[in-house]
């Protein structure tokens, strides 16, 4: 069922760091063709900075760990290939089938691989207006013990009932160098972080000590780069319109996130997308960062 590349297996058997990356961003969260060249940058970036780079999908019915050039190639460039959440991968690997893994589906196989780090956009979280459309990325990262690199949740959700969720699951919100909790495309949603470390070293260590006590995830915030950042202000009359539309074509489900990031990137002529693409490669660097510091922990209390 577990398909890793060579170059990860040995990897995590050596201890080396290793960062997850998911793909439904690249399946369902892009556009092409910059899905699958923000695929491969992010892979050179966590390279770059000394750790190995494990994009998860499932591939014809396996749960695959690092892919080849071809593979990465096949997933971004198919638009009929699934959206796969936690509850989705049994089905897509008795029926042989192929999908990006969101983060929830993604920390759940890096958590069965013994992979500590993994970086992404924005997770999921609680949809505006609608109690019920919660992301399943809440949950599983509660569970999972792992730490999740992101510019906070994306900004098309209700950020201040998402973070309510962090709060009643368990879940320590870390600001990156920041008291702000980011907003996606925005550095400061207005709302605070549980917690803040100055460097990965401070990430390592805090994480360390959650998963002493039993803790699962640690949702690690880094403000997105400055350069493509946009104000709150500007980017919530595109999500207000956005979502007005999403509601009155009846998008529900798995659809809702794929057709609110789109059309937001329409709205913003294409701004977004460029906020989107920065803050997925500064989250990349930073988690090669806290995979190296995580696996130098190890390395001394072995
Ligand atoms: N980050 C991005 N773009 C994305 C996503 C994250 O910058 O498209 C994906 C992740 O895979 C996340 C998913 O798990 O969106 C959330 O989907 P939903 O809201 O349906 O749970
Ligand atoms: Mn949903």
């Not at 591939?59 to 760990?65: A, H, K, Q, R, S």
């Amino acid at each position: 069922m577990f398909k890793l590349s060579l170059e990860v297996s040995r990897a995590i058997l050596n201890g080396q760091p290793v960062v997850a990356l998911e793909s439904t961003v690249i399946t369902h969260g892009l556009p092409r063709p910059q899905n699958l060249e923000l695929a491969q940058s992010l892979e050179a970036i966590v390279r770059q900075a000394g750790a190995i780079p494990a994009t998860i999908a499932v591939i014809d019915g396996e749960l695959c760990v690092g892919l080849d050039a071809a593979q990465l190639e096949t997933l971004a460039s198919n638009p009929h290939v699934r959206k796969l959440s936690s509850r989705d991968l049994a089905a897509a690997v008795a029926q042989k089938a192929s999908g990006g893994t969101t983060v929830a589906a993604t920390l759940r196989i890096a958590a069965s691989t013994r992979i500590r780090v993994f970086a992404t956009g924005g997770i999921g979280g609680v949809h505006r207006g609608s109690q019920w459309d919660v992301s399943a990325d809440l949950p599983e990262l509660a569970r999972q013990p792992l730490v999740l690199v992101c510019a906070g949740a994306k900004a098309i959700l209700d950020l201040p009932a998402t973070l309510e969720q962090f709060e009643t699951l368990g879940v320590p919100v870390v600001g990156y160098g920041t008291d702000a909790y980011p907003a996606f495309y925005s550095v400061d949603s207005g709302l605070a972080t549980s917690n803040r470390v100055e460097d990965a070293a401070g990430v390592a260590a805090l994480a360390r000590t959650h998963w002493q006590l039993g803790g699962g995830g640690v949702l690690l915030a880094a403000p997105p780069p400055a350069e493509t950042a946009i104000p709150r202000d500007e980017v919530e009359g595109w999500i207000v319109q956005a979502q007005a539309e999403a509601d009155a074509q009846g998008i529900r489900g798995q659809a809702v996130s794929p057709f609110l990031l789109a059309r937001v990137a329409e709205l913003s002529g294409g701004r977004s997308l460029q906020a989107n693409l920065a803050l997925l490669k500064n989250n990349a660097k930073i988690a090669a960062e806290v995979a190296k510091e995580l696996a130098e922990a190890n390395m001394s209390h072995a």
